[in-house]
């Protein structure tokens, strides 16, 4: 088996449409990150082929992709120089369960070859399978190799790798068998053998047969002649007898069918009886009647009373009277705050006063200071300007001569006339400050005043017509319990409402039963209509069931009377059969057949019929019978020829010392070359042998000592499964013209548990199989230095839509 071209869609990783194209992909490696899907190409070529895969154990639910709801595998292969089509398409159904919907496989022309193969499908081949079952029988077949085998001689999977190194010895005999095709040699010894077994086992029946056999003679044909005329004759008897047979029985059904209906009749008014609760329903629903009659007026009572609360409370506009108890209450609260805020708004107006009068004199007060301080400047610029001046000067102001010179009043008077006025100013504007705070505070409070003075004018003018407080007070009260007593008055209005629907609600129940028993005269009356029951007064429940009753016991006697009258008459009827039936009997009897223990006229015939055709049997089995016994005494004789050949071809092949030979023989040149490339690939230190049909190895490293595989290291254990696997498809395929098509190895295991030197060694045997041996050999590894020597590359990668393979060619 050779891959050839893989298609995937939403397989394993593979949610989108993937082809891996293998051609001339003779020594190829998968690379690829952790989880990128690597594996998952070899799963698909193992799930092509057998609808299974080593990791996943029986299952089939990780052939999926986690969001895809169907998937498709498709391999194009090669075997036997002709190639074929594996197609296999699975889905999810409704609970989440995988399953195969459809499997295919196609044997393409002969024209077609392995080399550069496409898209096949435009391609018409042979239908090989239309079924899962049928594509892996035929791929077992075809390729030569069970599931088992083909995942321990061509694809290795992850954790499979040392499978046959370990296998038991009759494993690994039936794996060779397979793979060499030398269970040809078994198959014809077992055929030969179950083909003597059969014929001695024929003979043996044929001998069963000629003892159980008795030569008949011509005095045995005679009597069986005789018998059948002595039966035909009889058989005439009989059938003359009939009639008067068959008129007894049919005037006998007659009675019967009578009998019948009178006993369903009687059983039908037997089972009329008067139910015993009629008269206490009648009597309960009396008192109930009355009990609805009582609570209803006792409503009416309690209505009427709440009706006349009702316009009492009505008169009395409660609502109007809280409302002027209010405005009392508001005014009183008024009067309140209205005297003891005059005396505060007074206070604050004359507070007022008193700011304002502050802010008039600050007024005066600044004036007075500006004109001192005007004076004080005026007075200094004329000393400055005096001193510019002499007696007799013309004076630069008003031009008059100059006098005697006035002395400088000094810059202190100026320095204090302006500090005065700045004093004055600022007297001025705090007390225009105060003024505002008070002019505010006064506003507020006369504000707040007039709004309680307009308040309390208004509540004047609503009282003003109003009651007194003390009688509207009075009114209130009388109203509060006359809502109380309207409350009692409805919560009894209520309590007589219930006690009436219970009344009405324990006469419904009572109407309910007797509705019920109804039900029941009426089935009772139904099951007898037919009879003709009286007419029922459906006023009166009593009174019906006893006319109903009366009428039953009375056609009761009517059908015993009637029953005995009829039984009288099948008695004679009986009486009158019995006579006929006896004569039969003894007929039958002298001519040596069986009378039938009971039944009618059919039933003689059908026993002198059964006889005569026994005779006419007896005359055709002994006829046959001799003419049986001649030919199976030729047919023993030729039966005899024939085992004894089978016999000779099973002794002569019986021996296993043949195909043991062809076995052994095979297993020596496999375990040597695998102890050779084992030799190469730990550098010298251990050799394979095979001893009784188990695995050791040599360790020339400790004094040649002889072990067995299971105690090896886990990379040594992967060196010697791999040479055992490598030496298996270099050799066993050349030794193998009819068995198994070994023309591929693909290793989906750890390289990394080997160390430099040996990697390197196992890469050159894995390109010397790839290069000379003619097949294809596929790697899946994340050891770099392997994949750098490998032409063919695959690179799987995986992105959010999942996993994808580029092919690189080196």
Not at 291 to 312: F, G, N, P
Not at 405 to 432: I, K, T
Not at 473 to 484: G, T
Not at 500 to 518: G, I, M, P, Y
């Amino acid at each position: 088996m050779r891959p050839l071209r893989l298609e995937m869609e939403g397989f394993g990783t593979f949610s989108r449409h993937t082809v891996v194209d293998f051609t001339d992909a003779d020594f190829f490696a998968l690379v690829g990150p952790t989880g990128a899907g690597k594996s998952t190409v070899m799963d698909a070529i193992c799930f092509a082929l057998y609808g299974r895969v080593p990791r996943w154990g029986q299952g089939i639910e990780y052939a999926l992709a986690p969001s895809a709801t169907s998937g498709k595998v498709q391999l194009v292969f090669a075997a036997a120089d002709r190639v074929y089509v594996a197609t296999r398409v699975v889905k999810r159904g409704g609970k989440g369960r995988v399953t195969t919907s459809s499997a295919a496989l196609e044997r393409l022309p002969a024209d077609v070859r392995p080399g550069g193969i496409g898209d096949v499908s435009g391609l018409m081949g042979t239908s090989l399978a239309g079924s899962a079952k049928a594509l892996t029988e035929q791929v077992e077949r075809i390729v030569g190799l069970p599931f088992e085998q083909f995942t321990k001689c061509v694809l290795l999977p992850q954790g499979a790798f040392a499978d046959f190194l370990h296998a038991s010895a009759a494993e690994r005999r039936k794996i060779l068998e397979n793979l060499l095709g030398h269970s040809v040699y078994r198959d014809i010894q077992v055929a030969a053998g179950e083909e003597h077994r059969a014929a001695e086992a024929v003979l043996s029946h044929m001998d069963s047969q000629l003892s159980r056999l008795t030569p008949v003679t011509d005095e045995d044909l005679t009597a069986a002649s005789e018998r059948i005329t002595v039966l035909s004759a009889l058989d005439k008897e009989v059938r003359d007898a009939l009639p008067r047979l068959e008129e007894l029985a049919r005037r006998a059904s007659e009675t019967e069918s009578v009998l019948k209906v009178v006993d369903e009749e009687h059983s039908l008014l037997t089972y009329i009886r008067r139910p015993s609760d009629v008269d206490s329903i009648a009597d309960e629903l009396a008192a109930t009647a009355a009990d609805i009659e009582t609570a209803r007026a006792e409503v009416t009572l309690r209505e009427e009373a709440e009706e006349r609360l009702r316009h009492a409370a009505a008169d009395t506009d409660v609502a109007r009277i809280e409302q002027t108890l209010g405005d009392y209450a508001a005014a009183a609260e008024l009067a309140g705050s209205i005297a003891k805020g005059t005396p505060l708004t007074e206070e604050a107006e004359h507070r007022l006063a008193q700011a304002e009068a502050a802010v008039a004199s600050a007024e005066v007060h600044l004036a007075q200071a500006e004109a001192a301080h005007q004076a004080a400047r005026d007075a200094d610029l004329a000393a400055t300007l005096r001193r510019q001046l002499h007696e007799g000067d013309d004076c630069p102001v008003c031009g008059n001569p100059v006098t005697a010179a006035s002395p400088h009043p000094g810059h202190d008077a100026l320095a204090d006339a302006a500090a005065e006025e700045e004093a004055a100013r600022e007297s001025l504007r705090a007390a225009r400050a105060e003024l505002v705070k008070a002019q505010q505070t006064a506003a507020q409070y006369r504000g707040r005043l007039d709004e309680r003075l307009d308040q309390q004018r208004q509540l004047r003018e609503r009282l003003a017509t109003a009651p007194p407080e003390e009688e509207l007070r009075d009114a209130r009260d009388a109203a509060r319990r006359r809502s109380e007593e309207l409350t009692a008055a409805a919560a009894a209005v209520r309590i007589a409402r219930e006690d009436a629907r219970r009344a009405e609600r324990a006469h419904r129940s009572v109407l309910d039963r007797q509705t019920a028993e109804w039900q029941r005269f009426d089935h009772h009356r139904d099951r007898v209509a037919r009879l003709g029951p009286p007419a029922t007064d459906r006023s009166d429940l009593r009174a019906g069931w006893d006319q109903l009753t009366e009428w039953a016991t009375a056609q009761l006697d009517v059908r015993r009377r009637r029953r005995a009258d009829e039984l009288k008459a099948r008695d004679e009827l009986d009486a009158q059969t019995r006579v006929v039936r006896n004569e039969l009997v003894a007929r039958l009897t002298e001519a040596g057949v069986t009378p039938p223990p009971s039944g009618g006229a059919e039933d003689f015939t059908d026993v002198v019929t059964a006889a005569l055709h026994r005779a006419r049997h007896d005359l055709d089995t002994l006829t046959a019978q001799r003419r049986q016994y001649i030919s199976l005494s030729e047919q023993r004789a030729a039966q005899a020829q024939q085992a004894e050949v089978a016999r000779q071809l099973h002794r002569h092949l019986g021996t296993k010392n043949f195909v043991n030979w062809l076995l052994s023989e095979a297993v020596e040149d496999l375990v040597a070359g695998a102890s050779r490339i084992l030799h190469q690939l730990t550098g010298g230190q251990y050799e394979l042998i095979s001893e009784e049909t188990e695995f050791y190895v040599v360790d020339h490293h400790d004094a040649d000592l002889t072990r067995p595989v299971k105690t090896l290291s886990g990379g040594e254990t992967f060196a010697a499964a791999l040479s055992l696997a490598l030496a298996m498809s270099d050799q066993l395929a050349g030794m193998s013209s009819e068995g198994a098509c070994l023309e591929a190895i693909l290793l989906d295991e750890g390289f990394g548990t080997l160390d430099a030197a040996t990697l390197d060694q196992v890469a050159a045997n894995l390109e010397s199989l790839a290069t000379s041996g003619g097949r294809m050999v596929g790697v899946v590894t994340h050891v770099a230095g392997l994949a750098e020597r490998i032409p063919v590359r695959f690179e799987v990668g995986k992105n959010a839509s999942g996993s994808h393979v580029t092919r690189v060619d080196v």
